[in-house]
Structures are given as C-alpha cells and as structure tokens.
C-alpha cells in the first residue's frame, strides 16, 4: 500500500526552526537524510522531497485560454505544505509509525494520506 | 525478460532448479541469487538469436557458476587477499537439484525475519525468474525500491542464519503458511489491478498460478495447497467478465457468465472436491469452495445461497476475520432477505475491522438497494465511495449511488 506522508510548516514551527544556530539546522537536516536512507534501504521509501520556500509559489490560472500566474505567498499564518514521503509500506500502522518519527509530528504538523489503488475487488 | 514467450517460460521454469544448485555448490543464497538472475539475463539476450542449447540448464548453471566466481573474485579482490590457484578452481560440483529444491526455496524466501513486500519481491526473483524491472513495473515502484527490498531481504536472511535445506516437519507447517499467504498475495495484486492503465504488468495473478502449480506439484496430499490452487483458479475463471470495456467493474450478479473460462472452473472444482473429500479441511478450501458454488450457478438467480451461507459460517469458526463475517451476512440476506442481513449488520458494525470499512458501507448500500430503500442506499454507497482506497471501486461505487438519485 501506497502512502503519501505531507510535512506541513506553521508560523510556530517556522520560528522554532529560524531559531535554530547553523549547527542545530545542519543536524536536523542530517536527521531527515538519515531517516531517508533507511527507508530507502528497507525499500519502503518511493521518493521524498523538501519544497522550496513558500513565497516562490506560484498559482497557475487559466482563463479565457490564457495561462496567468500570481505570486505567493498565501497568507502568513496558515500551514504550509513544506516537504512530503511517498512511501509503499505494509501496513498503515507502519505508515503512521514512521510519520510519528517526523520532528513536525510534535507540533501536529504531519498527515498520512492513503493513495488510490487503481484496481478493485469484484463486488 | 522480453524474450519470446517460450523461451521466457522455458527459463522461469529453469530458474529455482538453477538457483538451488548454485546454492548446493557454493552456498551463500544471496551471490548465488544474483549470479543466476545474471545468467538468467543473458539466456533472455542471447537465445532469441543464437537458439537455445541442447542442454539449457546446464547452459544457465555453468554461466551463472561463471558468474558467481566473478563475483566471488571482486569480493577477495575488494579484501586485498591475493587470489591462490586454490581460489581460483571451481569447487567441487555438488549434487544436482533435489525434487523439493523449489520448495526449500519457497520457504527461505518467505522466511519469517522478512517483510511482506520483501518475501514477495524475493520469491518473483529467486522462484518466479522475474527481473527487478519487472516486478517493480507489476507493483507500480520504482526499481530501485524494489532492488532494496531484495538486497534488504537477503541480508536479513544471512543475518537470521537461515540455512538451504528443508525446516523440521513441525516448523514446516508454520512456515508454509508464510509461502501460501505471499502467494495469495501475489495473486490479489494481479487479481485487483486488471483494470486501468495496467497493460504494461506482468500477469501476477497467473504467475501466482504458476507458482501454486509447482508447490501443489511437490506436496500433492496438501489440503491447504490444493485449495489454493483451486481458489486461485475459480477465482481466475471469472476475470473476463469482470471488467467492462472500459475497466469498469462488473459486480458478481451482473456478470455474462459465458465469458467464464470453462476449462479453469473444470480444473478448478475437480481439484476442490478431491481435496475436501481426502484432506483435513482448511481456510484455503472453504473459499475455493465458496468460488465453486458461484461458478456452478448457470445463473446468478440459480447461485445455491443456503450451501454458501453453511460454507462462510464454517469458515468464521476455523478462520474469523471482519471480511468473513461480511460475505456470511451477505449469504444471510440471499437466503432470509434483505431485512435479515441488515439486523446482523447491525450488530457486526462496531466490531473492529469492519467500523468505518468501507464494505460494510456497500454491503449495507447492497442490502437497503434490494429492500427497496433506495435513499438510505445512495447515501451509504457514497458513503463507501468515499471511504474505498480502490479507484475501480471508486467509479463502481459513485456509479451505484447515481443510479438511485431521487426521481424528478
């Protein structure tokens, strides 16, 4: 089963990290890379990334035919999609334990989302 | 393997008998199972224009032996260790493959220390013949996930000691359990996925067969093998008309029964009643019984409910389980109607497993649609429609719930 795990960003988790000394940042970004390559290596992991700042958003419209974009960000205060796991594991108790590992998860910033099989059973 | 059909099917037969003769010869499971799967590669490359050999496993043996003291080789290399001439000589060829060489690999493949997803990887490669790419196009991965699981798989299986040669008769037993579930598994995932852009997928659900031929081949007086088998098969039968044209799903009573594959129901319910009328009866069994008594009926409206109900209810006390406890109401409601299903759904809802499932949702949309409700059917077909992590269940669903939108 496929899971997509989402890493949201809010304005407290924003300031804890902007708190953070250069030494703190680096060591939080070897945790995500260890947590990467052991997913990687237990082959449960499909691809991860890490989304570039929110103010470099932009929303794509089209009307009347022509393709409009305007810049973001979208409101300061709301939470933010900041990086995502897609990830092919088990169960969906083994997808939420390795989302509980995310150090987002302690500010309630991390969702597990099930993917759509394309499939199905005869009913 | 992109070769010719019977060239492929030639080496996927060859495949565990060469495998376990490497692991005979030079033990280590791991280099052996990717010296053959080397050696399986360029059979694929070079038959197709060469022809095949007179002797075609000893060709793949002696290529993957080639291939292994390649290996072996850059590992004592790698070590700084100077090689001795010693080194450098083949060591003595074993004995060839047992009869049940194919089933010691079975069994080392779904061994306990592994993940699913890994034993079913590791049994496509070492006892299917299937490449990486393959496997990782049939499961919709990418192949590097799926090259991870394998080399994950068996540096647990060297790491856990597990050794090449058949477990104890009790531990057996155990352990053939692992072997039946992954090939099931494998089974569903070709089973579920014959809809939508899956044209590009190796056929897991014949595969699957294949595989349970083999195993049912080596363990004739198995019970729980040949319902397997026969489970896969009268399940298999009715693949051609469960899909629309258009990948839709065609429920089980909407069903033309003449695309049924015949000759697979034959085989099928011969093997089922041999089996119950020789063997302790298990899980494997009911079910294919269950799949006999459907593909028998001529008609939907002809399906013998009351003999499915006797079977499901015997199946709940050997093998309970939410999905079980379902498909009996549903034989409920065939035999005592409608209202009959629905108090036991009632009852059963909050149990877990099936709280918030979104079967229950279609059953109950099912079983209020044939009480004539047809507004408390829409809503729990929605209902289901929302809760379904299947995109065919999805559009069957929705398409279930528009049916039944409010008459103007």
Known sequence: ?123 | MSAPAGIEDLLRELAPQVLATLVRRYGDFGTCEDATQEALLAAALQWPAAGTPANPRGWLTTVASRRWIERWRQEAARRRREETAAALAPPDPGPGPAADDTLTLLLLCCHPSLTEASQVALTLRAVGGLTTAEIARAFLVPEATVAQRISRAKQRIRASGAEFRLPSEAERAERLGAVLQVLYLIFNEGYTASSGPALARVELSGEAIRLTRQLHRLLPDDGEVAGLLALMLLTDARRPARTGPDGALVPLAEQDRARWDAQAIAEGVGLITRTLASAPVGPYQLQAAIAAVHDEAARFEDTDWDQILGLYEHLGRLAPGPMVELNRIVAVAMVHGPEAGLRQLAAAEARPGLAGHHRLDAVRAHLLELAGDREGARVAYRQAARRTLSLAEQRYLESRAARLRPLQ
């Open chain 1, 1 to 123: 089963m496929k899971y997509l795990v989402l890493i949201y960003s809010n304005p407290a988790s924003r300031e804890i990290w902007e708190s953070f000394s250069d030494e703190q940042q680096a060591e939080g970004f070897r945790y995500y890379n260890a947590l990467a390559e052991e997913l990687a290596a237990n082959g449960e992991l499909i691809v991860t990334e890490a989304l570039a700042d929110a103010s470099l958003t932009k929303r794509v419209s089209v009307r009347d035919g022509q393709t409009v974009t305007s810049d973001g960000p979208f409101a300061e205060a709301k939470e933010l999609l900041a990086g995502f796991f897609l990830l092919d594991c088990d169960t969906p108790e083994r997808a939420v334990e390795i989302a509980a590992r995310l150090p987002e998860a302690e500010l309630g910033l991390v969702e597990v989302r099930p993917i759509l099989q394309l499939g199905g059973q005869e009913m």
